[in-house]
């Protein structure tokens, strides 16, 4: 392998196949290093949902959805709450992604061959009053494909280059340390790890067979945050958010370590808003893991009945899809690491979509013919699985059962038949008109007058005590890692400043190592569908910047 390059590119996922899509069509030679086998070429991407963040898509505006540029920046502002006095950065990168995703995204997109979904979902929808956090529309668009659709165009841009003798892959190889000449980075050096045929995904052996220095006119860190490493999690977790939990699953696998964030910053970066994260309340034990303490994330409608461990029914807007954040906050204070959901078969049907790219075959193989059964109802493949084999299932003929089911699933009972039964007996009650006093119902009668709810995610309003509806279900919901949404500080341009607020000469970084962009684009909250596209975004400036392109 060449020991020199233009442009040295530390991961290849998402972003950092982004940047070298850029940096090559410049004509510049690039070397891609990545910690992990071939196998698992465009990283966490791959393993995605595949939604996207795009603001007046011919897409909404096909569902009678009315969204603007303004409306947008709005909702970003209302939500991600810049407070601090480094969100200076992150505020540009916010403004010029949304802006982008207004505009050049979705065409930009669609000529790498990028296709959507018709149906917009509707995530984070708030329900703290228009001047609060959440999207006032659905802008959850979903590549036709997921996550491989995604990663595909970039990855065949790349391997084109590779042909072309302009891009070289140096697989197992971790970095350890930037190198620095005279204040500036040059290069790279680490060690050269065995060689592994596990698949994608798996953790793959850290045994070192070798050394390696490789030098280079620039460095792009693209190497993903720290969600698969629990210790660094738990290091991080913000005190407004209470005490980190005991118990965590990992939505991502184990090399997605942070070890480059630290690596960075011993370089020179400076390093801001470690302690903002986005993880999710809804996870469950993935029956066939394939990396260590493998959770899938339950993508919910808004009908579920959600109670903490101690049988409490979450408060408004605490329901389903409406604030992730929020709802973790609540439910920190319960002092237990799991909640629960309590529905019925129909909402299950209508209304479950897993987090996944191999938990949606009929998307992510792009046939019509599987996807229409969304609208025809039974629930997937993978969603009927979990309910046979998933840890976190319990499927019943009626209450008591169930919640004795419940209870067998924690280490002591803890919660009451005669409370959940009254909790969920009013809530029937309200039903007998098309009005009532039970907001999470209004929410719910409102989602309905969306078409793509109506279509594919909400179930029409109906009795959860009636058996003509069951069997009831309870499913046990974990803390799952996600997302860094704070990181290395970087210009518009993608290079990595100092602590004085200087470019480090020759470091870039994009991604979520760069909290997508700035170091936290998001903010202390996202909007969805914004972690794909801020790897995108950030990683085509990066590769561009150090090309040299304007």
């Known amino acids: 392998m060449q020991t020199h390059a233009d442009i040295l590119i530390i991961g290849a996922g998402l972003a950092g196949l982004v940047a070298a899509a850029e940096a090559t069509a410049a004509g510049k030679k690039v070397l891609v290093l990545d910690q992990e086998p071939a196998q698992s070429l465009g990283g966490q991407a791959f393993w995605s949902f595949g939604g996207l963040f795009l603001v007046d898509s011919p897409e909404q505006r096909r569902l009678g959805i009315r969204d603007s540029y303004e409306l947008a920046w709005a909702d970003w502002l209302a939500t991600a709450g810049f407070d601090r006095p480094e969100d200076a950065w992150p505020r540009r990168w916010a403004e010029a992604y949304v802006q982008w995703a207004a505009t050049e995204k979705r065409s930009w997109l669609r000529t790498r061959g990028i296709s959507f979904f018709p149906v917009v979902g509707w995530a984070e929808r708030g329900g703290y009053g228009a001047s609060g956090p959440g999207n006032s529309v659905p802008r959850f668009h979903v590549t036709w494909g997921t996550g491989p659709g995604v990663v595909a165009p970039f990855i065949a841009q790349a391997r084109a280059a590779e042909a072309r003798g302009l891009l070289t892959f140096g697989f197992r190889h971790r970095v350890n340390e930037l190198v620095l000449t005279n204040g500036a980075v040059t290069g790279v050096r680490g060690e050269l790890l065995e060689k592994s045929d596990v698949m994608r995904g798996a953790p793959s052996s850290r045994v070192a067979v070798g050394e390696f220095e490789l030098s280079a006119g620039a460095v792009i860190v693209t190497a993903g945050g720290l969600g698969g490493n629990p210790g660094l999690v738990r290091r991080n977790w913000p005190a407004r958010l209470g005490a980190p939990p005991k118990s965590l699953i990992s939505g991502v696998p184990a090399h997605v370590d942070g070890r480059m964030l630290g690596i960075t910053e011993k370089a020179g970066g400076q390093l801001i808003n470690s302690d903002r994260m986005w993880h999710y309340t809804e996870g469950i034990q993935n029956w066939d893991p394939i990396w260590p303490l493998h959770g899938i994330r339950i993508l919910p409608g808004p009908s579920s009945l959600w109670f903490d461990a101690l049988g409490r029914r979450l408060p408004g807007p605490l329901y389903p899809g409406f604030d992730t954040l929020g709802t973790l906050a609540h439910l920190r204070t319960t002092g237990h690491d799991h909640s629960?959901?309590?529905?019925?078969?129909?909402?299950?049907?209508?209304?479950?979509?897993?987090?996944?790219?191999?938990?949606?075959?009929?998307?992510?193989?792009?046939?019509?013919?599987?996807?229409?059964?969304?609208?025809?109802?039974?629930?997937?493949?993978?969603?009927?699985?979990?309910?046979?084999?998933?840890?976190?299932?319990?499927?019943?003929?009626?209450?008591?059962?169930?919640?004795?089911?419940?209870?067998?699933?924690?280490?002591?009972?803890?919660?009451?038949?005669?409370?959940?039964?009254?909790?969920?007996?009013?809530?029937?009650?309200?039903?007998?008109?098309?009005?009532?006093?039970?907001?999470?119902?209004?929410?719910?009668?409102?989602?309905?007058?969306?078409?793509?709810?109506?279509?594919?995610?909400?179930?029409?309003?109906?009795?959860?005590?009636?058996?003509?509806?069951?069997?009831?279900?309870?499913?046990?919901?974990?803390?799952?890692?996600?997302?860094?949404?704070?990181?290395?500080?970087?210009?518009?341009?993608?290079?990595?400043?100092?602590?004085?607020?200087?470019?480090?000469?020759?470091?870039?970084?994009?991604?979520?190592?760069?909290?997508?962009?700035?170091?936290?684009?998001?903010?202390?909250?996202?909007?969805?569908?914004?972690?794909?596209?801020?790897?995108?975004?950030?990683?085509?400036?990066?590769?561009?910047?150090?090309?040299?392109?304007?």
């Open 340 to 550: 629960w959901f309590i529905l019925t078969q129909k909402i299950i049907e209508k209304e479950f979509a897993l987090s996944g790219s191999e938990q949606n075959p009929d998307l992510t193989g792009k046939s019509i013919w599987q996807t229409l059964g969304r609208v025809r109802g039974g629930g997937t493949p993978p969603l009927r699985a979990f309910l046979e084999k998933g840890a976190d299932f319990v499927v019943k003929n009626n209450l008591p059962d169930l919640v004795a089911g419940m209870n067998a699933l924690t280490p002591e009972p803890l919660l009451d038949l005669a409370t959940i039964q009254a909790e969920i007996e009013s809530r029937d009650r309200q039903l007998t008109n098309p009005y009532g006093k039970d907001q999470q119902l209004t929410a719910v009668r409102g989602a309905r007058q969306y078409v793509g709810d109506r279509l594919i995610r909400t179930a029409r309003p109906h009795r959860l005590l009636d058996p003509a509806n069951g069997p009831l279900i309870a499913v046990r919901l974990h803390i799952i890692t996600r997302k860094t949404l704070g990181g290395l500080l970087t210009d518009l341009k993608g290079r990595v400043l100092d602590a004085a607020g200087q470019p480090v000469s020759g470091l870039f970084a994009a991604g979520e190592v760069a909290g997508f962009g700035g170091g936290g684009l998001h903010g202390y909250r996202a909007l969805e569908g914004t972690f794909l596209g801020g790897c995108i975004f950030s990683g085509r400036a990066a590769g561009r910047a150090a090309a040299g392109v304007v």
